[in-house]
Each structure stands twice: as C-alpha cells, then as structure tokens.
C-alpha cells in the first residue's frame, strides 16, 4: 500500500518533532509533542529486556492502575506484543489489523478484559531499533469515540522513527535514577529496590542493612506507595 500524501503543514509539523528531539527532550515532551502534533492522546513508552519484555514505562494519559495490570498480568497477551510480532527492519510499525481480523480482536481476552475494562478500542505500536536490536516502543492507545489508526499515522511514524529511537534509546541509559527521582524514592529506598530486583528477601536485606525485618517492611510500603504497585513483581517491572 502507497503511504499517503502529507500536506506541507503536516509535513512542518514532523519538522517541528525533529527540532524537539534535537534540543535532547524528555519523554515527557515526547507525549506532548505527540499529542498535540499528531493526535496521539494516549502513549506509552517503553524499554525493552533482554527477553523482550516491556519495562520501564514512561505513560501520558493513561491510568497508573492500567499501567499495573498490563505489567503483571496482560502484557503477553497484547497481540503487539514484541514477542509475538515477527519484527524486522523493514516492519516497525503495526497496527491491530495487521495481524488480526477485527472481529477476532473483539473476541480476544486481551481485549475483553483490559482493553475494553480501560475504555480502550484501538492499539497501534512502533518498535525502535539500534543496532538491528529492539531497544524500545511506544505503545499508542485510542478509545472507540476517537477515530481509528489510519495509514496516515503509519506515515507519520515512519518519518518520526529517526528522532524518535535517537533520543528515546539515549534516553532509557539512566532509567533507574529518572524514575526514581520521578516517584520522590529516597536514597535508602533506591538502595533497598535494588537488593528486591536481585531476589533479596526483606529478612536478607534487613540483615544486610543492621535492622529489624519490620524496618524493612515499613520500606517497602512507602516504595510500593509512592509508585503506586502492590507487589514486588510489579515494583521490578517498573525498572527491568
């Protein structure tokens, strides 16, 4: 399928990306370039583990809550998933479509019991690459009241790429420190979540520290507090 014409306006806008990227721009302005560039409401950044899993969220206009159930529970039966799209080089970019019949997306469960429970219609992701390995991707959100992907939105990624995986993939180098200055962790508790992401338990970790395993324990509900998980699992995912 031929990509469609852009306008020269539209055109001026994708420019007006690259100038962002070029000026080392945070996730953040990332969302909001999206959104108020291409329509892009709902997105989500995400880095990508060494076993394809997503990790990391950067997220704008989307609930923290479905953040945490996509995490723990649903991200394998997302059919954009990395791990269940034949990614290449030449594909980078998919929408639902692309792999399923709307009426079998319908019937899925990912559908039926995320999607559709967050309000949720139409999926659209695009994977960065560096290297000829996936490092990155953004996952694009719409609700049924909006319109549908289009290939036009296909187009825009396909120019938004460069900028896209230059500044993103450079971006995801200090992720542990960001998102814990993000979500107010304090040094100690930045010291304790990385004894929880090596498999440490709070009884192993409070020996190491010289305290009592409560200590330990009151620690932990302020981190799962302030980043808003109710488990260690999720607590991980947040940074692998």
Known sequence: MDSPILTSSEYEKILAFY????????????????????NFNSTVIWSISPHSLLTSPSFFNIPQQAINEYIT????LDILHPQKLNLSQNKKIYLLNDILPWNKYLETEFYQDFMKKHGYYHEM????????????????????????????DVTYFKYL???????????????????????????????????????YTNREIAKLFYVSENTIKKHMQNIFQKMEVN???????MFH
Request: proline share 5%; aromatic share 10%.
């Open 73 to 76: 529970f649903y991200q394998t």
């Open 231 to 237: 488990n260690r699992t999720s607590l991980c995912s």
């Open 19 to 38: 100038e962002l990227t070029i000026q080392s721009a945070s996730p953040l302005d990332i969302h909001q370039a999206l959104k108020e560039k291409f």
């Open 125 to 152: 992701g695009v994977y960065l690459f560096q290297d000829n390995l996936l490092k990155a991707c953004i996952g694009i959100v719409r609700t049924k009241d909006e319109p549908p992907f289009s290939q036009k």
């Open 161 to 199: 790429l460069p900028p896209l995986s230059k500044c993103l993939i450079k971006e995801s180098k200090n992720d542990f420190n960001q998102i814990c200055l993000h979500y107010g962790i304090t040094k100690k508790e930045k010291e304790i979540i990385q004894f929880v992401m090596k498999g």
